[in-house]
C-alpha cells in the first residue's frame, strides 16, 4: 500500500504577498484555526480548499503543496 505524505509552502506564500492566516482564511472561507493547522500538516485539506488556497496564493497546487509518496510493504 502507499501513503502519500505532504508538506506545504502556506507559511512561505503567505510571506511573500504579506498575507496573515486570518486574511488567507477569509479568502478561502475557512477558519483561520484550518490554515494553521495546514501550515502545521495537521489536517490535509479536500482538494477542493487546496485549490482556492493556490488560487489565493497565486500559485499552483504543486507549488504549494509537495507531495511524497511512501511505499509501504504489506
Given at each position: 500500500m502507499?501513503?502519500?505524505?505532504f ?16 486574511q488567507?482564511?477569509?479568502?478561502v472561507d ?16 479536500s482538494?477542493a480548499?487546496a485549490?482556492?488556497i493556490?488560487?489565493?496564493?497565486k500559485?499552483?497546487?504543486?507549488e504549494v503543496?509537495?507531495?511524497?509518496d511512501e511505499?509501504?510493504?504489506e
Open positions: 502507499e501513503n502519500i505524505n508538506s506545504t509552502r502556506i507559511k512561505e506564500l503567505r510571506a511573500r504577498y504579506n498575507l496573515t492566516q486570518e488567507l482564511a477569509s479568502m475557512v477558519r483561520r484555526e484550518t490554515i494553521g493547522h495546514i501550515e502545521k500538516n495537521k489536517y490535509n485539506p482538494l480548499l485549490y482556492k493556490s488560487r489565493a496564493l500559485s499552483n497546487i504543486e503543496f509537495i507531495f511524497e511505499v509501504t510493504e
